[in-house]
Nanobody, 125 residues
Framework: QVQLVESGGGSVQVGDSLTLSCEGS????????MGWVRQAPGKGREFVAA????????HYADSVKGRFTVSRDKTNYTVYLEMNSLKSEDAAVYYC??????????????????WGQGTQVTVSS
């Protein structure tokens, strides 16, 4: 059974930093993109970032470029999202996602196959 389990969410203030982690299990993710999608209250899901197995290929939403960094660990089973200079509009439930992906420019539009349960990020001013 494939599972993606997120951790690291919490409550922070505007300008703070937070790092999310997601550990995958149940299959090899080496050939899979892993990343993050978020959903704020009352809004649709929004792609955040994705990376390939060795973090050499990445794609970010314009809203987080320069502030967020997505990376994978050497085992390829864990993906991280380092979030800096957090804004109130970053508050959302963050979901870890995974799927096969060859063209990372398509990452924002992908209907990801595997999803985690989500972790809440709250940003207060």
């Amino acid at each position: 059974q494939v599972q993606l389990v997120e951790s690291g969410g919490g409550s922070v203030q505007v300008g703070d930093s937070l790092t999310l982690s997601c550990e995958g299990s149940g299959r090899s993710f080496r050939d899979y993109a892993m990343g993050w999608v978020r959903q704020a209250p009352g809004k649709g899901r929004e792609f955040v970032a994705a990376t390939n197995w060795n973090s050499q290929t990445t794609h970010y939403a314009d809203s987080v470029k320069g502030r967020f960094t997505v990376s994978r660990d050497k085992t390829n089973y864990t993906v991280y999202l380092e979030m800096n200079s957090l804004k109130s509009e970053d508050a959302a439930v963050y979901y870890c996602v995974a799927d096969s992906l060859t063209d990372y420019t398509a990452a924002p539009h992908r209907e990801y196959y595997y999803w985690g349960q989500g972790t809440q990020v709250t940003v207060s001013s």
